[in-house]
């Protein structure tokens, strides 16, 4: 499941200019560390492990080129996870001081014998095990930017939404302009009862505008938003590296114009093209979530259901046709789900999820993979903060493009009669991740090879392995783009990740539209 020849190997650190930040290195990490650890070791603990993280979010949201709001936060504190005589325990703290540390630590012990007798009293004898990861010791990693966000002054950041609102405004058409930034910088140390230590630093941002036009007469309106995905970047994804932002900015009120006038779309099967910027969220949905293993064997059920691809279709599952090669990885370059190590201490790898159409693989913790005996742990636990527990969460899961494939356009001229949808808008999913439709900022008419106007009212639904079957071509690789999303949601207490999901552009044939406008019953 690993692609590498060393199963056990530390992956290469990204390049990058950049340190973990001196005022984190600064706070006593491993002094804490060892106390929480040394108490917990003394209470009995069979696994300890101990995570200071600090993770500072800011915001600027604006209203047609005025400031509306912003914020700016910082979540720091540690937490204590054990298992002893077979069961989790879990505490967190704020005080940095040893005895504290070393109270959590006992607090932890505490919960995880309170947990034994409520397990035992439900007559159950399941033992939580970790599958065995190799010590890192005293490793450090820093994700792939160049400018820190943090580093530019609020006022230069509002200053360009501004200007780009005002670009929006200019337009013909928009009566509104919507913007806002994103921007975090994540820090965390890890250290366990074996010897692995890790202090990581991550940033990352989202930026995002939206023209509104407004129909005067008949008081109708719609919305385009700009494509541009989150990304594990700086503030260089805003002056040029990464995105082509003038020339987005300058087409969106054209494009929002001719949606206001395009036609409704008539409802049938069509051959559909999907651009990365709708189609990464449809492998979100049907692939990401489908292929946490703990969902799958039904731990994860009350937060958006568990999944259909369960453990016994493993290697047989048909999840697509034979062109369809999806991985789960921890290790692309800017991607959002990127780390080095995870919150159980295991280090990032990339590994199959879907292989020339059949399930090959699913997303692992620690627990996890020794419960199912699918050897180590693929690195996918994750906390959002110091105050929650880590959970199996999502790696960054992308489709593979075809390293001789089509580009877009040519993709394009192969359909007779379809439909080329560009953008993610709404989505709905059942709770097995199977039943499923999808909207998108703008859909196209294509007719005889060739885009023919815009149209509204465009949602495409299937069934996730009806859908992927359907895939006969998949784009080469200057269609891959990264997308992704700040805001996946799962368990409860509810935590949120940011995840990227990178794909090429692609082809599904016969696929079921629906006129939405028609399906609300107006």
């Known amino acids: ?94 005080d940095l001081t040893m005895d504290a540390a070393a109270r959590v630590a006992g607090q932890a ?39 820190n966000p943090f580093e530019v002054p609020d006022a230069e950041k509002t200053a360009l939404l501004a200007e780009w609102s005002a670009r929006l405004l200019a337009g013909e058409g928009v009566a509104h302009a919507d913007a806002s930034l994103l921007t975090v910088q994540e820090n965390k140390f890890y250290a366990d009862s074996a010897g692995t230590t890790t202090t990581q630093q991550r940033v990352r941002l989202h930026p995002q505008l939206t023209a509104v036009a407004v129909d005067p007469a008949g008081g109708g309106f719609d919305a385009m938003r700009t494509l541009a995905p989150p990304a594990g970047r700086g503030w260089e994804y805003l002056t040029g590296t990464g995105w082509d932002w003038d020339a987005e900015l300058a087409e969106i009120p054209s494009l929002l114009a001719e949606k206001m006038s395009a036609p409704s779309v008539r409802a049938g099967a069509y051959d559909l093209v999907v651009d990365p910027s709708n189609l990464w969220l449809t492998i979100h949905e049907s692939i990401g979530h489908a292929t946490e293993l703990d969902r799958a064997l039904g731990y994860e059920a009350a937060y958006a259901g568990t999944s259909f691809a369960t453990p016994d279709k ?71 903060s110091p105050a929650h527990v880590p959970v199996q969460r999502m790696a960054n899961v992308s489709l593979r493009p075809a390293p001789d494939g089509p580009s877009t356009e040519e993709l394009i001229s192969g359909v007779e009669n379809g439909i080329y949808v560009v953008g993610d808008r709404s989505w709905s999913i059942d709770m097995q991740r199977y039943n499923f439709q999808f909207t998108q900022q703008r859909a196209y008419a294509i007719r005889d090879g060739r ?63 629906l006129n939405t406008t028609e399906e609300a019953g107006q």
């Open 1 to 94: 499941m690993i692609h590498s020849d060393d199963p056990w190997e530390d992956p290469v650190p990204h390049p990058t200019p950049h340190s973990v930040d001196e005022s984190f290195l600064a706070l006593p990490l491993r002094p804490l560390a060892d106390a929480a650890l040394a108490r917990a070791r003394a209470l009995g603990a069979e696994h300890a492990d101990f995570r200071f993280e600090r993770v500072r979010s800011a915001s600027w949201r604006l209203r047609d080129a005025r400031l509306s709001g912003s914020s700016d936060t910082t979540d720091v504190g540690y937490a204590v996870r054990v298992v002893h005589g077979g069961c989790w325990g879990f505490a967190a703290g704020v």
């Open 109 to 147: 012990v505490a919960m995880a014998k309170l947990s034994a007798k409520v397990i035992a009293a439900a007559g159950s004898d399941e033992r939580v095990e970790l599958a065995d990861e190799p010590v890192h010791a005293d490793r450090t990693w820093v994700s792939s930017y160049e400018v």
């Open 314 to 384: 493993l290697g047989t599952l048909k999840y697509g046709s034979e062109i369809m090669n999806v991985t789960g990885d921890r290790t692309a370059e800017h991607g959002l789900a990127t780390v080095g190590y995870d919150d159980e201490g295991v280090a990032a790898q990339s590994w199959d999820l879907v292989k020339d159409g059949v399930l090959t693989g699913y997303q692992l913790d620690r627990r996890i993979a020794k419960l199912t005996g699918l050897g180590r742990s693929n690195g996918c636990a994750y906390a959002d």
């Open 451 to 513: 885009l023919a106007g815009q149209l509204r009212d465009v949602a495409y639904q299937a069934t996730t392995t009806d859908f992927w079957g359907s895939m006969t071509a998949v784009g080469g690789p200057e269609t891959y783009v990264l997308g992704g999303a700040f805001n996946c949601g799962k368990a409860q207490p509810g935590q949120i990740a940011a995840v990227s999901h990178g794909c090429p552009s692609a082809l599904f044939q016969g696929v079921n539209i």
